[in-house]
């Protein structure tokens, strides 16, 4: 691994992608043990958790189903920060397990509005599942259950994370190189 330029950004390796998926193996036997006889429906969150859900799916040896969804939020110069809407969630989840698939969670708003959304359609249970966890940035009270790894508050990018969408195939993550 070695130093790389996304834009006018230089980037410096960070987490290997052996590690990476020996991170992801073991979340994936957590789940396969806690769910065992149960078939969870797998929600993954585009567009950064795609690459982290397909490694995790290849390790799930449950009967399970897997749909994605996509978080809206109005948006002028910047962010709002505000979800507004969950897109793609076409399937009936009362009564179901949910694991949500999630790339990152910082502050953990956007997740806690999820979740609340999801609520509403009476699942049997709502459980997340991160590949990172950046803990100092936590703004609400989540209860976590499947944590690959717990990160500093550091911006990085690959293995599904991006720098203005840009980054996303690199299989190993990279941090900011501070000047």
């Known amino acids: 691994?070695?130093?790389?330029?996304?834009?006018?950004?230089?980037?410096?390796?960070?987490?290997?992608?052996?590690?990476?998926?020996?991170?992801?193996?073991?979340?994936?036997?957590?789940?396969?043990?806690?769910?065992?006889?149960?078939?969870?429906?797998?929600?993954?969150?585009?567009?950064?958790?795609?690459?982290?859900?397909?490694?995790l799916m290849r390790e799930i040896t449950?009967?399970?189903?897997?749909?994605?969804?996509?978080?809206a939020s109005y948006q002028g110069t910047a962010s709002s920060g505000t979800v507004r809407e969950v897109i793609g969630l076409n399937t009936d989840i009362t009564g179901r397990p949910i694991i949500i698939v999630e790339d990152i969670v910082e502050s953990g708003l956007t997740m806690a509005h999820m979740i609340a959304t999801l609520k509403r359609q009476n699942p049997k249970s709502i459980d997340i599942c991160t590949l990172l966890l950046k803990p100092e940035k936590l703004e609400v009270q989540l209860d976590i259950k499947y944590v690959a790894m717990e990160i500093p508050n550091d911006f990085i990018v690959g293995y599904g994370?991006?720098?203005?969408?840009?980054?996303?195939?690199?299989?190993?993550?990279?941090?900011?190189?501070?000047?």
Do not use: C, W
């Open 161 to 179: 994370l991006d720098y203005n969408e840009h980054g996303r195939n690199l299989k190993d993550i990279y941090t900011i190189k501070e000047n």
């Open 1 to 55: 691994m070695e130093t790389i330029r996304i834009h006018d950004k230089e980037f410096v390796p960070s987490i290997p992608a052996e590690d990476i998926l020996l991170q992801v193996r073991r979340v994936a036997k957590e789940i396969n043990r806690d769910y065992e006889g149960q078939e969870p429906l797998f929600l993954v969150v585009l567009n950064g958790s795609f690459i982290f859900a397909a490694d």
């Open 62 to 71: 449950l009967a399970a189903d897997v749909s994605f969804v996509k978080l």
